[in-house]
Nanobody, 118 residues
Framework: QVQFVESGGGSVQPGESLRLSCTAS??????????MAWYRQAPGKQRELVAS???????NYADSVKGRFTISRGNDKNTVTLQMNSLKPEDTATYYC??????????WGQGTQVTVSS
C-alpha cells in the first residue's frame, strides 16, 4: 500500500543541476526503516539503479553518476532527495524512487522526467 511521489524534474542544458524529491504515503516508520533508492529509465532502455541510501545513511551510486549525484534523506526523514549536478544528455530519463530491496518494493509511480539537451 506504500506509494511514492517524485518531483523536481525538468528540462535543462548540459552542465546544469536539478534536485529531485521523493515523498511516501503510509506510516513514517514504514518509510524510514527501509533502504531507499532512485532508479531511472531512459527511452527504449531497462530501468536501472542510480543511487541508494541505507537506513544508516550509507550511500552507493552507479558508476555513470559517481561524483555528480548525491542521494540523501530529508531533515524530517519523510523524504529522500537526489541532487543532480553537471547533468549530461545521457542522464535524460524518467526518475523513480522506491525501496532498494526487491522484496520490499512498492508500486512504481509516474516518476519525474529529466531532460538534458542543448
Amino acid at each position: 500500500q506504500v506509494q511514492f511521489v517524485e518531483s523536481g524534474g525538468g528540462s535543462v542544458q548540459p552542465g546544469e543541476s536539478l534536485r529531485l524529491s521523493c515523498t511516501a504515503s503510509g506510516s513514517i516508520t514504514g518509510f524510514v526503516i527501509y533502504d531507499m533508492a532512485w532508479y531511472r529509465q531512459a527511452p527504449g532502455k531497462q530501468r536501472e539503479l542510480v543511487a541508494s541510501v541505507t537506513t544508516r545513511g550509507d550511500t552507493n551510486y552507479a558508476d555513470s553518476v559517481k561524483g555528480r549525484f548525491t542521494i540523501s534523506r530529508g531533515n524530517d526523514k519523510n523524504t529522500v532527495t537526489l541532487q543532480m549536478n553537471s547533468l549530461k544528455p545521457e542522464d535524460t530519463a524518467t526518475y523513480y524512487c522506491n525501496r532498494r530491496n526487491i522484496r520490499y518494493l512498492g508500486s512504481w509511480g509516474q516518476g519525474t522526467q529529466v531532460t538534458v539537451s542543448s
